[in-house]
């Protein structure tokens, strides 16, 4: 049997925790923060859970993840 391969962008945009939970950056934070309050900014420095919605489609390009958790 071949190995399943890991989609590597999904590798790099998303993190699995220890009890297998998958975390991601909130959007809007890369540029054109001069306009941005304060508050709002450290609203979307912080990371995130997926939606159980994504939960399935995330977890299909990460087959080697730890599947001790999660949604």
């Known amino acids: 049997m071949p190995k399943m391969k890991t989609h ?3 590798a790099k945009r ?9 975390i991601r950056r ?3 934070i890369g540029h054109l923060l001069q306009h941005k309050s304060a ?4 609203r979307i420095f912080k990371t995130i ?6 939960f399935n489609l ?9 599947k001790k958790g999660g949604r």
Do not use: C, D, F, M
């Open 8 to 10: 590597k962008s999904a």
């Open 14 to 22: 998303y993190k699995v925790t220890a009890t297998g939970k998958i």
């Open 26 to 28: 909130q959007a809007g």
């Open 39 to 42: 508050s709002r900014k450290r």
């Open 49 to 54: 859970t997926i939606s159980k919605s994504h």
């Open 58 to 66: 995330i977890s299909h390009e990460l087959p080697y993840r730890n």
